[in-house]
């Protein structure tokens, strides 16, 4: 179990994210038209930009930020993933121009189990917590991050370097 927070209140996943140097699980998530895809479909190098939904000021700002940071990268795919609906990711992504970055849903997957970040009390329980991975071609994990501040953003500097 990790421990982060919110508004400096304990809030604690179900485990720990996936350790570096090891292979990332697959997945099984839903894109905006309902289709599935798994991680073995995404080529090049993959930041995981996980939270809990686009309905919240940071999460929506950690998109937008990873969307444009996306425009300078040709070998690395932005995931954006929740447990918002398909179609609220759509439309967000609609509303807000977000085209270098994909959203994809996790609210009818074990994602947030799997990779140790479904949040288990608070009052976000059942979402996934803020937290931020970076895979390599092989899917192996070089970098994570448990924002320990749910509504801060992540540290994109950190990440965006080790690109």
């Known amino acids: 179990m990790a421990k982060t927070s919110l508004k400096n209140s304990p809030a604690n996943t179900n485990g720990e994210l996936p350790e570096k140097g090891s292979v990332a699980p697959d997945f099984e998530l839903l894109k905006k038209d309902l289709s599935m895809v798994h991680l073995k479909d995404f080529s090049g190098k993959k930041i995981l930009n996980i939270f809990p939904s686009l309905d919240t000021g940071t999460c929506a700002a950690s998109v937008k930020r990873f969307n444009d940071e996306a425009k300078k990268f040709r070998d690395v795919t932005i995931l954006n993933i929740s447990k918002d609906l398909p179609f609220a990711q759509g439309r967000f992504c609609e509303a ?17 189990r799997d ?14 917590a803020r937290a931020v991975v970076l895979l390599d071609e092989e899917n192996v994990v070089l970098y994570w991050e448990l924002v320990r ?11 965006l370097a080790l690109i």
């Open 115 to 128: 990779y140790g970040v479904e949040l288990v009390d608070s009052p976000l329980q059942g979402l996934c």
């Open 96 to 112: 807000f121009s977000i085209e270098d970055s994909i959203p994809l849903s996790a609210f009818r997957s074990s994602f947030a």
């Open 149 to 159: 501040e749910i509504i801060e953003e992540p540290n994109y500097e950190k990440v």
